[in-house]
Structures are given as structure tokens and as C-alpha cells.
């Protein structure tokens, strides 16, 4: 079955940097796009940024220029370099593949800034 475990987040300060870690497995990850979500409170889950198979990106306004999205096919992991950090941010990170019609998601992990 497939499995998505993140991990990397914590508490920073504002301005500060966190990189957050997707491990998948039960599939064959170079094929597929993966994608970071975030959901704070109150508030409905949103897309942060995607990678496709081939390496195209794509971000969220709110964070362009500030996060990163990469992907190791060798350690079937997606990365979330998160720089500039700001209170907004705070948020459960939620790391998404599609695989047919069906969403795959990790259980989140948690970034918090404080300011």
C-alpha cells in the first residue's frame, strides 16, 4: 500500500528555515508529481507547492521565492525548503500524491513560527 511519513518540522522564529521530508513508498516514485499542502487552523487545506515527474515546480503565491520543492527519486523522498519564515506559515504540512483517482496523504507535520 502506499505510505507517505514526513518529517522536519518544528518551531522556529520568523525569518528562520526548516526543510521538511516526504518518504513514499508503495509506488514507483520517479513517476509520479507529489505535492506539500498545508492546512492551518480554522482554515481549509491549501496547495503549497508541486513537483511533477519531470521536475516541473509550481508554488502557492504566498510562498514563491521564499520555498522549494525538490525531489531524490534515488530515496523515493520529496523535499519543502521553507526560508523567510513567517507567522502565516504556521501550519500542519501535509505531503499528497495522486494515484489514479485516489489521493494518497502522510499524517502532517507540524511548523510553527513564532514572531
Known amino acids: 500500500q502506499v505510505q507517505l511519513v514526513e518529517s522536519g518540522g518544528g518551531l522556529v522564529q520568523a525569518g528562520g528555515s526548516l526543510r521538511l521530508s516526504c518518504a513514499a513508498s508503495?509506488?514507483?516514485?520517479?513517476?509520479?508529481?507529489m505535492a506539500w499542502y498545508r492546512q492551518a487552523p480554522g482554515k481549509q487545506r491549501e496547495l503549497v507547492a508541486i513537483i511533477t515527474s519531470g521536475r516541473s515546480t509550481n508554488y502557492a503565491d504566498s510562498v514563491k521565492g521564499r520555498f522549494t520543492i525538490s525531489r531524490d527519486n534515488a530515496k523515493n523522498t520529496v523535499y519543502l525548503e521553507m526560508n523567510s519564515l513567517k507567522p502565516e506559515d504556521t501550519a500542519v504540512y501535509y505531503c499528497?500524491?495522486?494515484?489514479?483517482?485516489?489521493?494518497?496523504w502522510g499524517q502532517g507535520t507540524q511548523v510553527t513560527v513564532s514572531s
Open positions: 499528497n500524491v495522486p494515484v489514479g483517482s485516489y489521493e494518497y
Open positions: 508503495g509506488i514507483i516514485f520517479r513517476l509520479y508529481g
